[in-house]
Nanobody, 115 residues
Framework: VQLVESGGGLVQPGGSLRLSCAASGFTFSSYDLRWYRQAPGKERELVATITRGGFTSYYADSVKGRFTISRDNAKNTVSLQMNSLKAEDTAVYYC?????????WGQGTQVTVSS
């Protein structure tokens, strides 16, 4: 099982980034997919969820209206489009695949929002 995130980096406040996560080794379409983030000194926070079929998504209040999660079950990828980025969005972002008792994690990608 592998989840590999990409797309992180340094961006100015108000800018945009698109994170991607490529999955392999499991039945991707059977899992809900989530993006989490963890800032220094803080607990890991659930940012966005998209259900198996891709028809339903949920967002933390802190990112609602700015972030969009999407998935491509044909390509086994999940993405997080992040717009209007703020300094407080700075964190390591992790993708997660979840189904009942099974949970798989990527290694994380750093997002830094700074001028």
């Amino acid at each position: 099982v592998q989840l590999v995130e990409s797309g992180g980096g340094l961006v100015q406040p108000g800018g945009s980034l698109r994170l991607s996560c490529a999955a392999s080794g499991f039945t991707f379409s059977s899992y809900d997919l989530r993006w989490y983030r963890q800032a220094p000194g803080k607990e890991r926070e659930l940012v966005a969820t998209i259900t198996r079929g891709g028809f339903t998504s949920y967002y933390a209040d802190s990112v609602k209206g700015r972030f969009t999660i999407s998935r491509d079950n044909a390509k086994n990828t999940v993405s997080l489009q992040m717009n209007s980025l703020k300094a407080e969005d700075t964190a390591v972002y992790y993708c997660n695949a979840w189904r009942w008792t099974q949970s798989y994690w990527g290694q994380g990608t750093q997002v830094t929002v700074s001028s």
